[in-house]
């Protein structure tokens, strides 16, 4: 892959934060692009910068971009309407059962959308989220007969599409569990430290809300020990 470019949707977060590593061992030139949607962990953010600064100290060049759209004007969502409650301490069955209240509405088919317009402007090959089917919480929009319907779409609505260049979505952590994607991370050299979770966003996470949930089972069962709590303890805050 490494005559190819890459553009990583990268909120800040563990599973984009897995794809960004990856995606600068096996891309040529890599571009982020990081949202700022109206979402209450706006925090993710800043933490991306950080994360991003960590892969380029280690030499390693990186193109961050950022897009403000302010989804708050849909709402229907506890991650863009602080007045809907984020659900707490939800059980891993009833996490895997249903659609939750931190569903954005066409999210991640919003994020491709303005991925691709951006691709095409740079010329990018592939398009790189960390989509997962295995530990989520149910979200239709991280699903693989989504992902591959949306570049289809792309393809046949783009200049490059039409012209034989097609641009690829690509999800390496699709059927992974995520004990499996720190895994994956870690064998690549994945600092965690601001790969943020947590949808109350807040600096220390709530340990309670489903992101948080399922990052807590995904360490344990790969046997590490969270980075970002490690950091949180080495700077006195947890």
């Known amino acids: 892959m490494f005559n190819r470019t890459a553009l990583v949707i990268f909120s800040g977060g563990l599973d984009s934060t897995t794809c960004l590593y990856w995606a600068v061992k096996n891309y040529n030139v890599v571009h982020t692009l990081t949202f700022l949607y109206g979402q ?30 302010d989804l708050s004007q849909i709402g229907g969502s506890a991650l ?24 954005v509405p066409f999210r991640n088919g919003i994020f491709l959308s303005l991925a691709t317009a951006f691709a095409e402007k740079e010329d990018l090959d592939d398009i ?34 039409i012209e034989e260049k097609p641009i690829h979505v690509v999800f390496p952590l699709i059927h992974k569990s995520k004990m499996e994607i720190i895994k994956f991370g870690k064998k690549m050299g994945a600092d965690y430290s601001y790969a943020y979770s947590c949808y109350e966003g807040k600096e220390i996470p709530c340990g309670e809300c489903d992101s948080c949930i399922l990052r807590k089972k995904g360490f344990t069962e790969a046997g590490f020990e969270d980075d970002f709590l490690l950091r949180l303890k080495r700077e006195g805050k947890f």
């Open 128 to 161: 790189i989220g960390g989509w997962n089917m295995v530990d989520f919480s149910g979200y239709p929009d991280c699903r693989e007969n989504f992902l591959k319907t949306m570049e289809r779409a792309i393809n046949s609505g783009t200049k490059r599409g």
């Open 80 to 103: 863009i309407d602080k007045n809907i409650a984020v659900p707490k301490r939800r059980t891993l069955k009833d996490i895997g059962c249903g659609i939750p209240i931190t569903y």
């Open 40 to 69: 209450r962990n706006v925090i993710e953010v800043e933490y991306a910068k950080k994360t991003a600064g960590l892969i380029q100290k280690a030499g390693k060049n990186i193109n961050m971009h950022f897009f403000k759209i």
